[in-house]
T-cell receptor, first 110, second 115 residues
Framework: AQRVTQPEKLLSVFKGAPVELKCNYSYSGSPELFWYVQYSRQRLQLLLRHISRESIKGFTADLNKGETSFHLKKPFAQEEDSAMYYCALRGSGNTGKLIFGQGTTLQVKP | KAGVTQTPRYLIKTRGQQVTLSCSPISGHRSVSWYQQTPGQGLQFLFEYFSETQRNKGNFPGRFSGRQFSNSRSEMNVSTLELGDSALYLC??????????????FGQGTRLTVV
């Protein structure tokens, strides 16, 4: 079964602390993994994807096929990082279908 | 370029009625996907349309249907509304061809409340 699991509903850290939002997936082929972010009163937007291997707003994520994980990390959290974060999977082939995890609310306290 | 536009932004309907939601994708995008977002279930895929054809379908009852027009605009329809259909309905557009540019752009959603 295709599934994305984000075990934490809420992650609360202090400004300047490291952040790791966990994401595990279940998929039998070669999926494409994404992190989407939704800031308060804004639309859902792409943060990063595994094929780009880039750092956006200080966030990075590495695809670990052995552990079927795609954890999102940032060494020093900022208050403006407070948002809802969704991990998502797209299967192989021509498809726009995204399978989302339940989301993790990141709260960065001053 | 203009983003994904969903109309209306808010809707209140009565149980048993039907509703139609509209989505205008980014110019040039041929794939439109619909999602239902609720606090309990999160974001769930409804269906995807590409070049006026349904390409993928989620696990929703037949009361949920959609279509896409030649200009890529899409509509989704929910018939015989139930209280549990209350949700934020999101539309996402993407180029839809190949695997190079796969970013999906989301609209702001239509908030449907069934009373």
């Amino acid at each position: 079964a295709q599934r994305v699991t984000q075990p934490e509903k809420l992650l609360s850290v202090f400004k300047g602390a490291p952040v790791e939002l966990k994401c595990n997936y279940s998929y039998s082929g070669s999926p494409e993994l994404f992190w989407y972010v939704q800031y308060s009163r804004q639309r859902l937007q792409l943060l990063l994807r595994h094929i780009s291997r880039e750092s956006i707003k200080g966030f990075t994520a590495d695809l670990n096929k052995g552990e079927t994980s795609f954890h999102l990390k940032k060494p020093f959290a900022q208050e403006e990082d407070s948002a809802m974060y969704y991990c998502a999977l797209r299967g192989s082939g021509n498809t726009g279908k995204l399978i989302f995890g339940q989301g993790t609310t990141l709260q960065v306290k001053p | 370029k203009a983003g994904v536009t969903q109309t209306p932004r808010y809707l209140i309907k009565t149980r048993g009625q039907q509703v139609t939601l509209s989505c205008s994708p980014i110019s040039g995008h041929r794939s439109v996907s619909w999602y239902q977002q609720t606090p309990g279930q999160g974001l769930q895929f409804l269906f995807e349309y590409f070049s006026e054809t349904q390409r993928n379908k989620g696990n929703f009852p037949g009361r949920f249907s959609g279509r896409q027009f030649s200009n890529s605009r899409s509509e989704m329809n929910v018939s015989t509304l139930e209280l549990g259909d209350s949700a934020l309905y999101l539309c996402a557009s993407s180029p839809g061809t190949g695997s190079v540019d796969t970013e999906a752009f989301f609209g702001q959603g239509t908030r449907l409340t069934v009373v």
